[in-house]
Structures are given as structure tokens and as C-alpha cells.
């Protein structure tokens, strides 16, 4: 079992729709959580932390349930530009190791 | 904000060859510098972990002979891909602390491709 699963997708959405994604890690002890977005052939870039309460950042809302061991990503109102894959990623030891999901490809259409 | 130049963007070498990418924080001390390595439509994968002014620690399955790392200064970490294969093309990018907020940043990435 991977230590951070994703579906890959690509999830294949209309502008202005709602979609939400979900990652789930093993490790029970992990401490820290992001989102990241990729654009094709770009690093990564950090789009949100998550934290225990849940956060929201404009069209952004991210959750974390640590009993089932999953975070999800929430995006609404879909723009053409959000069109990336999203990277869930787990720091397992304070800072001293991320782990990447294989990511989760958005494309947006007109 | 915090700032990790990668160069070179893209290279292309021949079989054997060796290729040096570097890592250098611009406005910020970057005591740890991650390497990572991202083949096609899979995700980033760590490579090893270097702290200024000692040796790197490697992952499981990286060789450490053939993947060069020198963390000499607080501002710059380099990795050499030495006796480069057509394997060893791929996408490599480097991570570093920005201990500020516990943020990380990324180089912009290196696109090797070994012919």
C-alpha cells in the first residue's frame, strides 16, 4: 500500500462546476498536510496547508479527518486555469520528509 | 518571499557523461536542501536529504556514488548525475526549508535527458 494514495483521474469538469478530491495516507503519526498544484513540466507550487479545523481560502476549502486517515481538497466555481494536477502531501517527520501522492489531474473546459 | 534558483532548466548529454544541477537559496539560509526526482506521469519521488556542511542522506534505492550531493554552503547545494544513462533521464528538482511559517519552496526543475 502507498504511504499517500490519489486517484489519478484526470477528472474532466465543466467551468463553474464543484469537484473534490480525496487522498489517504498510512501513517497515523503524520503531523503535517498540504496541497500542492503542478502545472505540466513546472514544480510543484503550495496551494493550501490543511489543518485539523479545515480551511478555506476562496474557492479552496481543505479538510482532514485523522481518524479515517484522508484530506480532502474542494474546488468551486472551476475556472479554465485551475486545469493542473493536485499533489496531496504528508510530512511524516516535522518537516524533515514530504511524501507526494501520485497527484490528481483537473482539467476544467469550456 | 523565499526563492530557490535551479539551473540549469534543461539539458540534454550523451550516455556517460556526467551533469551538475544546482541549488542555490536566494534570500534565505537553506540548512536542508531536498532533491526529488519526477519521471513521466508519476509523482516527485525523494531522492536524498542534504544539511549544509555534512554528508546527504540518500533514499532507499538511490545510489549514492552515482548521484553526487555537496551541501557546502547555506546557500547552495548542487547534485551531479555522474556516468549518466538514457535511464536516468528525468525531471530534478530541489526543496529547501525556508524555516520561516514551516514553508517549503521549490527550484523551478531540471529536465535531463541523457541520449
Known amino acids: 500500500r502507498k504511504e499517500v494514495e490519489q486517484d489519478p483521474g484526470p477528472f474532466n469538469v465543466p467551468e463553474g462546476a464543484t469537484v473534490a478530491f480525496n487522498c489517504t495516507y498510512s501513517?497515523?503519526?503524520?503531523?503535517?498536510f498540504f496541497w500542492y498544484r503542478q502545472d505540466c513540466r513546472k514544480e510543484p507550487k503550495l496551494l493550501m496547508s490543511v489543518y485539523s479545523s479545515g480551511n478555506e481560502d476562496g474557492r479552496f476549502t481543505a479538510q482532514l479527518n485523522r481518524a479515517s486517515q484522508y484530506i480532502s481538497l474542494l474546488i468551486r466555481d472551476s475556472k479554465l486555469s485551475d486545469s493542473a494536477t493536485y499533489l496531496c502531501v504528508v510530512d511524516n517527520n516535522a518537516g524533515n520528509m514530504l511524501t507526494f501522492g501520485g497527484g490528481t489531474r483537473l482539467m476544467v473546459k469550456p | 518571499g523565499a526563492v530557490v534558483s535551479q539551473h540549469p532548466s534543461r539539458v540534454i548529454c550523451k550516455s556517460g557523461t556526467s551533469v551538475k544541477i544546482e541549488c542555490r537559496s536566494l534570500d534565505f539560509q537553506a540548512t536542508t536542501m531536498f532533491w526529488y526526482r519526477q519521471f513521466p506521469k508519476q509523482s516527485l519521488m525523494l531522492m536524498a536529504t542534504?544539511?549544509?556542511?555534512?554528508?546527504?542522506?540518500?533514499e532507499q534505492g538511490v545510489e549514492k556514488d552515482k548521484f553526487l550531493i555537496n551541501h557546502a554552503s547555506l546557500t547552495l547545494s548542487t547534485l551531479t548525475v555522474t556516468s549518466a544513462h538514457p535511464e536516468d533521464s528525468s525531471f530534478y528538482i530541489c526543496?529547501?526549508?525556508?524555516?520561516?511559517?514551516?514553508?517549503?519552496?521549490f527550484g523551478s526543475g531540471t529536465r535531463l535527458t541523457v541520449v
Open positions: 526543496s529547501a526549508l525556508t524555516g520561516t511559517n514551516y514553508g517549503y519552496t
Open positions: 542534504s544539511n549544509e556542511g555534512s554528508k546527504a542522506t540518500y
Open positions: 501513517n497515523s503519526a503524520s503531523q503535517s
